[in-house]
């Protein structure tokens, strides 16, 4: 079984400066996905990022970008810039990467961390 | 953009009542999740679903069930419902590999 752990549960950070949360998971597959999710006040979870663990390159996505460390099972997600519509729960998930086969897309959440961007 | 749209954003409902939440996607993915949303634990699957009229439990599947007639459309359903499934309520779809869609969550508050 796969297990995500997020250990901050909240943080904060100025508006402008950047912010680093940190996610570790545990599994013994060698195929999977990685993902980062925003959740602000309105309830939409919005996929912020993903990363696909055979590639080496971390993902970014403008002000968004990942510290994947494989050998550690080790996911950060670094928010540079912060804005105040950052303000949100933010979730790391787990995929196994099994075209075709049993793990039907299925994802593992961490507990989340409570990310406040103050003006 | 895919579109996952649940029936309600709150509910409320009494002890013992049968609880039907609805969950419609129009972008034909074969899979579709239903979540449960609680203060430090995350995100729980309860039921998955990856083609029509077939579901498989998730890790939190007591007291629940789910039902898929057509594609689009996967139903979760409180049997009858009780003060501990009080709850934030997530339905998503996914094609594998590309993450998964979300809803917008239905609070559910059981009295």
């Known amino acids: 079984a796969q297990t995500v752990t997020q250990s901050q549960p909240e943080m904060s950070v100025q508006e402008a400066e950047t912010v680093t949360l940190s996610c570790t998971y545990d599994?013994?597959?060698?195929?999977?996905?990685l993902f980062w999710y925003k959740q602000p006040p309105s309830r939409q979870m919005i996929l912020v990022i993903r990363?696909?663990?055979?590639?080496?390159q971390n993902a970014t996505e403008n002000r968004f970008s990942v510290n994947f460390q494989k050998a550690a099972k080790s996911f950060s997600l670094k928010i540079s810039d912060s804005q105040l519509g950052d303000t949100a729960m933010y979730f790391c998930?787990?995929?196994?990467?099994?075209?075709?086969?049993?793990?039907?897309?299925?994802?593992?959440f961490g507990q989340g961390t409570i990310l406040t961007v103050h003006p | 953009d895919v579109k996952v749209t649940q029936s309600s954003r709150y509910l409320v409902k009494r002890t013992g009542e049968k609880v039907f939440l609805e969950c419609v996607q129009d972008?034909?993915?074969?899979?579709m999740f239903w979540y449960r949303q609680d203060p430090g634990l995350g995100l729980r699957l309860i039921y998955f679903?990856?083609?029509?009229?077939m579901k498989e439990k998730g890790d939190i599947p007591e007291g629940y069930s789910v039902s898929r007639e057509k594609k689009e459309r996967f139903s979760l359903i409180l049997e009858s419902a009780s003060t501990n499934q009080t709850s934030m309520y997530l339905c998503?779809?996914?094609?594998w590999g590309l993450g998964a869609f979300f809803g917008q969550g239905t609070r559910l508050t059981v009295v």
């Open positions: 998503a779809s996914s094609f």
């Open positions: 599994t013994s597959e060698n195929n999977y996905y």
């Open positions: 990363q696909e663990a055979y590639k080496q």
């Open positions: 998930a787990f995929m196994i990467s099994n075209a075709g086969g049993t793990s039907y897309g299925k994802l593992t």
């Open positions: 972008m034909d993915h074969e899979n």
């Open positions: 679903s990856y083609d029509v009229k």
